[in-house]
Nanobody, 126 residues
Framework: QVQLVESGGGLVQPGDSLRLSCVVS????????MAWFRQAPGKEREFIAV????????RYADSVKGRFTISRDNNKNTVYLQMNRLKPEDTAVYYC???????????????????WGQGTQVTVSS
């Protein structure tokens, strides 16, 4: 059984930083891409960033490019999302997800991910 557990969310002011973590347990994920998505109230789920586990290649949504950084620690089975210069429009529940085995990788489509965490709330407000 694969489990994804996010942490690190909270209430911050505009311009602040946060680092989200996602610990993956269960079967090895060394061959899978890992991504972050977010969903704000009343809005559709939005792709944020993805990383190929073995190669380290990454892809970002335009809305966060240059401000957010996705990374991973293979030894800790953990993927991170460093969020800098946060804006009120970044307020959402953030989810990590594991890509379905055999996919090409770096997908921005949530349908290409089969395991999801429970989410962590990020609120950016003054």
């Amino acid at each position: 059984q694969v489990q994804l557990v996010e942490s690190g969310g909270g209430l911050v002011q505009p311009g602040d930083s946060l680092r989200l973590s996602c610990v993956v347990s269960g079967r090895t994920f060394n061959s899978y891409g890992m991504a972050w998505f977010r969903q704000a109230p009343g809005k559709e789920r939005e792709f944020i960033a993805v990383i190929k586990w073995t190669e380290g290649a990454t892809r970002y949504a335009d809305s966060v490019k240059g401000r957010f950084t996705i990374s991973r620690d293979n030894n800790k089975n953990t993927v991170y999302l460093q969020m800098n210069r946060l804006k009120p429009e970044d307020t959402a529940v953030y989810y990590c997800a594991r890509e379905i085995a055999g996919r090409a990788g770096l997908s921005v489509d949530g349908a290409d991910y089969d395991y999801w965490g429970q989410g962590t709330q990020v609120t950016v407000s003054s």
